[in-house]
């Protein structure tokens, strides 16, 4: 078994924390290219780069990593059709958002959070959308709003 993994769960040598397998996407088709993203409906779509608490498993979950303390203009978010989970590049996660809220957690007053819906099925998933992001600083994108 490869030097990390032991019983389904992976180690993080650098920080010693375990994660379920569960983060880590397994695609069929590793190779594969899934293509890069278009907005084709005209879709309002903010973006988050999750890279570091999605693969470091600060949150327990995808959605839970993409959904709070953000700082952001909470006006343009309240406009977005959908929300994009973003790590290394590549869409994780698709989100539909029902409601936007300023966080009631004391250590990130100001921040913005989400409750919405994930959406499994969604033709965006796996596609790369670092045409459109590149390297940024900001880990908040706006697409089409």
């Known amino acids: 078994m490869p030097d ?28 594969r290219d899934y293509g890069c993203f278009e907005n084709k409906n ?19 979950n995808l959605y839970e990593c993409t959904r709070k303390y953000w700082r952001l203009d909470g006006r343009r978010a309240k406009k ?4 994009f989970a973003v790590s ?13 809220h300023l966080t009631e957690n ?6 913005w959070e989400f409750e919405g819906e994930e ?3 969604s033709p965006y998933l796996l ?8 390297k940024r600083q900001n880990p908040v994108a706006y697409i089409n709003m």
């Open 119 to 121: 959406i499994v099925d």
């Open 127 to 134: 596609i790369s959308i670092s045409n459109l992001l590149g």
């Open 4 to 31: 990390g993994i032991k019983n389904n769960r992976i180690r993080h040598i650098t920080k010693g924390k375990e994660s379920n397998l569960k983060n880590i996407i397994i695609m069929k088709e590793p190779f």
């Open 106 to 111: 004391a250590k990130n007053v100001g921040r």
């Open 80 to 83: 977005a059709d959908l929300v």
């Open 42 to 60: 005209n879709e309002r779509i903010v973006c988050f780069n999750i890279t570091k608490s999605y693969l470091q498993s600060w949150r327990p």
């Open 88 to 100: 290394c590049g590549m869409i994780v996660g698709v989100f539909k958002p029902l409601i936007w």
